[in-house]
């Protein structure tokens, strides 16, 4: 039974009939047994890809059909939304590393366990260390051995303080 009406032949009635020869249409390869994702021949001879499942709880089985022209056109879509998707994030890192190059103070970036996530040129220059020397250590790579402890000890208040007062990817003056 053909519950909407096909495109190919929207005058058709609603029973059609097939040779079980026909193992080309979805239909006949779901009688066959065969489920899942399935390419085959549409009533109208146009290729398609097909979704055939089980019907639960009942002897029937549910055959969705899309042409194959259809289904690659949208592939191609998501394919070309994708492109511009990585090309406006690219750009966007980029803005980003300009930003965070154009200022004259040493300056990193961590995530949240404190694992340095980008640096910026004066970092590098002040700091002795390239961006990928610094990128996935902890800001304890700029201890000195000969800096008074206790400067350590209260800079971690000093920055939750300060990043209490911040939102996340806001930066402070």
């Not at 020397?133 to 201890?143: D, I, M, Q, S, V």
């Not at 402890?149 to 003056?173: I, Q």
Request: with cysteine.
């Amino acid at each position: 039974m053909i519950l909407n009406p096909l495109r190919v032949q929207p005058d058709v009635r609603r029973y059609l009939e097939f040779p079980m020869t026909c193992t080309e249409l979805p239909m006949m390869q779901a009688i066959y047994g065969v489920r899942g994702i399935i390419e085959g021949i549409d009533f109208g001879g146009v290729s398609v890809f097909a979704d055939v499942r089980d019907v639960l709880g009942a002897p029937w089985f549910m055959v969705s059909k899309m042409d194959t022209r259809e289904a690659l056109a949208l592939l191609h879509r998501s394919h070309v939304y994708r492109e511009r998707y990585q090309a406006a994030r690219a750009a966007r890192e980029l803005n980003r590393h300009n930003q965070l190059n154009a200022i004259p103070d040493s300056l990193m970036v961590t995530d949240l366990d404190s694992r340095i996530q980008s640096v910026n040129a004066a970092f590098t220059r002040i700091n002795r260390y390239s961006e990928a020397e610094a990128l996935g250590k902890t800001p304890r790579l700029l201890r000195w051995p000969d800096q008074d402890p206790k400067v350590y000890v209260a800079m971690p208040a000093e920055l939750a303080e300060v990043g209490g007062r911040l939102e996340p990817g806001h930066l402070e003056p």
